[in-house]
């Protein structure tokens, strides 16, 4: 059964810093693109950054280009989203998702991904 389990969600001021990770199980994750979306109350889900465990190649939505880091370990299944200099419009709930490498569409396209953790809330406060 694979699953995916986010933590490090939590409550920061703004320009505050958190780290969120993502554990995966259940398969081999080795070539699969790892994605971090997010959702705020009110508001579609949205991608925020990937990197692709083939090539280690990183993605990354304009709004977080520069802040936000995402790293990982391929052979720990981990995959971690450092995020700087946070600003109140980064609320919301993120959510750690996989994707096959097979797969032709945008690497940001939400519909692309395959396996999806239960999210993590981040609330920054003004």
């Known amino acids: 059964q694979v699953q995916l389990v986010e933590s490090g969600g939590g409550l920061v001021q703004a320009g505050g810093s958190l780290r969120l990770s993502c554990a995966a199980s259940?398969?081999?994750?080795?070539?699969?693109?790892m994605g971090w979306f997010r959702q705020a109350p009110g508001k579609e889900r949205e991608f925020v950054a990937a990197?692709?465990?083939?090539?280690?190649?990183?993605y990354y939505t304009d709004s977080v280009r520069g802040r936000f880091t995402i790293s990982g370990d391929s052979a720990k299944n981990t995959v971690s989203l450092l995020m700087n200099s946070l600003k109140p419009e980064d609320t919301a709930v993120y959510y750690c998702?996989?994707?096959?490498?097979?797969?032709?569409?945008?690497?940001?396209?939400?519909?692309?991904?395959?396996?999806w953790g239960q999210g993590t809330q981040v609330t920054v406060s003004s």
């Open positions: 998702a996989a994707r096959s490498p097979f797969s032709a569409q945008p690497i940001g396209i939400m519909n692309a991904y395959d396996y």
């Open positions: 259940g398969r081999t994750f080795s070539r699969y693109v």
């Open positions: 990197i692709n465990w083939s090539d280690s190649s990183t």
